[in-house]
C-alpha cells in the first residue's frame, strides 16, 4: 500500500513538471502578440494542490431543492428590510388573525407557484409574491371602491395600458397569467424609474406622478426622499408596512405562532389551448372538475362560454389538464357550444331583443347584465342561444373587443293637448318631437288629418318632456283640469301605449 502511495505522487509530480515545462525557442522567438507566451499571475502565486487541513475551514453552497414553494420564495428574498412601528402593528394584526391567514394563504396556493417562477426569471425580488395578500387577500375576483379588480387590483385604465383586455365576455385584470405578467411589467417600470424597491411599491399603491411629486416637494424643501420620509396617504403609508409584516411572518412563522399550510414546490395548473368556443360546463365536465374550481383558475370569464378567438387557452389542475385533452379528443356527442353573440343592430328595449333572440327577458338581462330601466345600444354584442345547426365559431375582432352599451329607457306617460287652430297630426307631431305615425296611431287617424281647434289630442310623451311641454303649451291655449289631472296619473308606458314592464 505504501508503495502505490509512493508510485501515486511519483505520478502527479512528473504530471506537474509537463503541465509546467517551459516553452520551446521556437515559441519563444515569435513575434506575432496573440501567440506571445507570458506566465499566468495569481493573486498568491502559482496555484498549489489544497491540503486537507486547508479545505476544512471553507463551506460549499448547498444545492438541495427547496422543501416547499414557501422555502423557495424565502430564498429570493432580496429587498431591503423595513423596520418601522408600523410594521410591528402589521405583524400584530395579522398574527392576531389566524384564521384571516389560513384562508388567504390557502386561496394563494393555487397561484403563489406560477408567480414565483416569473419573479426569478425576470431577476425580481421573491417579496413581491406575496402582494396580492396585501392587494385583494388573493381574491382574483376581488373589486375595490375605485373600480381596481383581480388579484393585482389594476384599475380600468391602467389595465388598458398594460393590454389586459376588458369586454363584455372577459376581463383580463382578473386573468392568473395576463395580470401577473401586466403587475411584473409595471413593478419593474416603476422600479426602473425610482430605483427604489419601497418607491416602487408606494407608485403601485398611489400612481408614479404622486410619488414623483413628493419626492420633487421634499427635495425643493432639502427634505430626505426616502419611502418613510415622503408625505403619503394613510394608506400607501401603510402599504410597504403590511408588505413587510407578511414578508416577516413568512419568513419565521414560529415566532408568530402562525401555521403557513403545505404549498408544494411544483406547478399547480397547466394552460390547454382551446381552438373552438366551448361551454365551460362542458370543458368542467371533460376534465373532470366541478365549476367553482376552473372558474377560480379562469377567473376572467364573464359569461358562460369560452370563445376561442379571444381566449386561446384556459387553465387547468395539473393532473386535469391531461384528463381534458384526452376526453376531448373522444368527445363526439354534439356541438361544443350552446351560446354565441349577437351584435344588436339598432337601440332596442330588452324585451324586443329578448323576442328578437327567442330568450326570456330575464335570462338576457341575467347572462348580460343588463340592468333595469335601461335599453341596449346599438352596435352592443350579447350572448345569445346558439342554434343547433351553427357551426361558427364567434370571429376574433368580436371575441377581443365587443362591449355591451346602455341608454336610459324612455318612459312615457299618456296626456291629452288641445289642438289650436289650423293644427295637424304633423304640426303637433313635430312640436312635441315624435313621430306622425304615432300620433295618428295614438288618436285613430290619418297621418294626414287635421285637428279641430280646441280637440283633445291623446299624447305619449317622455316623463321630463311631458310636463315641460305642458308648461310651455299653458302660456299659449287652456290646459283643462282634466288633462292635467290625466297627465299626472296616466300609467307608465311605452312609445306606442304598451304597459312599462321596469323593474323598481
Not at 396580492?132 to 388573493?138: H, T, V
Not at 405578467?181 to 417600470?189: E, F, G, S, V
Amino acid at each position: 500500500m505504501r508503495l502505490l502511495h509512493i508510485l501515486g505522487l511519483a505520478s502527479l509530480l512528473w504530471l506537474t513538471g509537463c503541465a509546467t515545462t517551459a516553452p520551446t525557442d521556437n515559441a519563444a522567438s515569435t513575434t506575432d502578440p496573440t501567440t506571445a507566451s507570458h506566465t499566468p499571475l495569481y493573486p498568491s502565486g502559482p496555484l498549489q494542490p489544497i491540503t486537507a487541513s486547508a479545505a476544512s475551514g471553507h463551506t460549499v453552497a448547498g444545492v438541495s431543492a427547496p422543501a416547499d414553494l414557501w422555502d423557495r420564495i424565502r430564498r429570493g428574498f432580496s429587498m431591503p428590510d423595513l423596520d418601522t412601528d408600523l410594521v410591528r402593528d402589521r405583524e400584530q394584526w395579522y398574527a392576531t388573525r389566524p384564521d384571516y391567514m389560513q384562508r388567504m394563504t390557502e386561496r394563494s396556493s393555487k397561484y403563489l407557484f406560477h408567480i414565483v417562477e416569473e419573479l426569478e426569471r425576470r431577476g425580481m425580488p421573491t417579496e413581491l409574491a406575496l402582494l396580492p395578500y396585501i392587494e385583494s387577500a388573493f381574491n382574483p375576483q376581488a373589486v375595490s371602491s375605485a373600480k381596481a379588480a383581480g388579484m393585482w387590483q389594476f384599475m380600468p385604465a391602467t389595465g388598458t395600458y398594460f393590454d389586459l383586455k376588458q369586454n363584455a365576455f372577459r376581463d383580463d385584470r382578473r386573468d392568473v397569467l395576463a395580470s401577473t405578467r401586466a403587475a411584473l411589467d409595471y413593478l419593474q417600470k416603476l422600479y426602473g424609474m425610482f430605483g427604489d424597491w419601497h418607491l416602487a411599491l408606494a407608485a403601485y399603491n398611489w400612481g408614479e406622478g404622486s410619488v414623483a411629486r413628493a419626492i420633487a416637494r421634499n427635495e425643493k424643501q432639502g427634505l430626505g426622499t426616502r419611502y418613510t420620509e415622503l408625505t403619503m396617504p394613510a394608506e400607501t403609508r401603510m402599504y410597504v408596512p403590511k408588505l413587510q409584516a407578511v414578508k416577516n411572518i413568512v419568513a419565521n412563522p414560529d415566532k408568530f405562532s402562525t401555521e403557513l399550510p403545505l404549498i408544494e414546490n411544483h406547478p399547480y395548473f397547466q394552460s390547454v389551448e382551446i381552438t373552438r368556443d366551448m361551454d365551460v360546463t362542458l370543458v368542467a365536465s371533460l376534465a373532470g372538475v366541478r365549476i367553482e374550481d376552473f372558474r377560480a383558475l379562469n377567473p376572467s370569464l364573464h359569461k358562460p362560454v369560452i370563445l376561442a378567438a379571444g381566449m386561446p387557452q384556459i387553465l387547468l389542475p395539473w393532473d386535469n389538464a391531461q384528463v381534458f385533452r384526452k376526453n376531448l379528443e373522444a368527445y363526439t356527442e354534439g356541438q361544443y357550444a350552446s351560446w354565441t353573440v349577437w351584435t344588436v343592430p339598432n337601440t332596442m328595449s330588452v324585451s324586443t331583443a329578448a323576442q328578437r333572440t327567442g330568450m326570456s327577458e330575464n335570462d338576457l338581462r341575467q347572462v348580460n347584465g343588463i340592468p333595469p330601466r335601461m335599453m341596449i345600444k346599438a352596435g352592443s354584442a350579447l350572448m345569445v342561444p346558439r342554434a343547433a345547426t351553427m357551426r361558427a365559431d364567434v370571429p376574433g375582432h368580436l371575441a377581443d373587443n365587443g362591449q355591451v352599451s346602455f341608454t336610459p329607457e324612455i318612459v312615457t306617460r299618456r296626456t291629452t293637448v288641445r289642438a289650436g287652430k289650423r293644427d295637424t297630426v304633423a304640426s303637433i307631431a313635430r312640436r312635441y318631437k315624435v313621430s306622425t305615425a304615432d300620433v295618428a296611431d295614438w288618436n285613430d287617424v290619418k297621418t294626414s288629418s287635421k285637428f279641430k281647434p280646441g280637440e283633445q289630442v291623446v299624447m305619449y310623451l317622455p316623463v321630463r318632456l311631458a310636463a315641460t311641454s305642458l308648461a310651455r303649451t299653458s302660456a299659449k291655449q287652456p290646459i283643462s283640469r282634466a288633462t292635467v289631472r290625466s297627465a299626472k296619473a296616466g300609467a307608465p308606458t311605452r312609445k306606442g301605449g304598451t304597459p312599462s314592464k321596469r323593474k323598481r
